[in-house]
């Protein structure tokens, strides 16, 4: 989705880091959540479906612990509550996940009436984003506290180089250290 003065170098590898994380993960929320497929059209809002439920995976560059919350686009949370109003019509048990790649693992948050309530609802919503993208990338988004979403893999998510560079991501492991020879 290219922007009003953006850095195609930089969006692409935005794009390219999604993509990695969607494939690294798919496997784990198949072994979750059972039969699930990535939906091919690269600006779907919702990223994955199964027989019954729904799952967008955004990636981030950060561990879980340097924000008190992570943001899902507004959009996205509207989508959600569309397709769970239209799909319980037929399938009563359907379900939507948020799930969001760290650099510690992979989270979860089922969207349902009770957890917008208990993350704070409406108060929840306002504006965000960043500038780290060589543009103002700022929208309306659904603020969703760490302490809400469940960890469901230890997994760090890839981060491309060129997002590392733009974000000041710092690798866990030492720069010239061979990754066979690293330990924790």
């Known amino acids: 989705m290219s922007r009003k003065n953006s850095n195609p170098k930089v969006e692409k590898a935005y794009y390219e880091m999604g993509i990695e994380n969607e494939k690294k993960y798919k496997p784990v929320i198949e072994n979750l959540l059972g039969y699930v497929v990535k939906t091919s ?63 510690d693992g992979l989270f979860i948050w089922e969207l349902t009436e009770e957890n917008f309530i208990a993350n704070g609802g409406e108060s929840q919503v306002r504006e965000g984003g960043t500038d780290k993208r060589g543009y103002d990338d700022y929208k309306i988004h659904l603020y969703i506290f760490m302490e809400n979403l469940k960890k469901i893999d230890e997994t760090p998510c890839y981060v491309n180089h060129i997002v590392a560079e733009t974000t000041g991501f710092k690798s866990s492991i030492p720069m010239g250290k061979c990754l066979l020879l690293f330990k924790k």
């Open 41 to 103: 059209y690269k600006f779907c809002i919702i990223d994955f479906y199964g027989y019954n439920y729904r799952l967008e995976l955004k990636s981030r560059s950060c561990s879980s612990t340097q924000y008190k919350d992570t943001m899902i686009g507004y959009n996205k949370y509207e989508e959600g509550l569309r397709l769970l109003k239209e799909k319980r019509l037929t399938t009563p048990d359907y379900k939507l996940y948020f799930a969001f790649a760290f650099t």
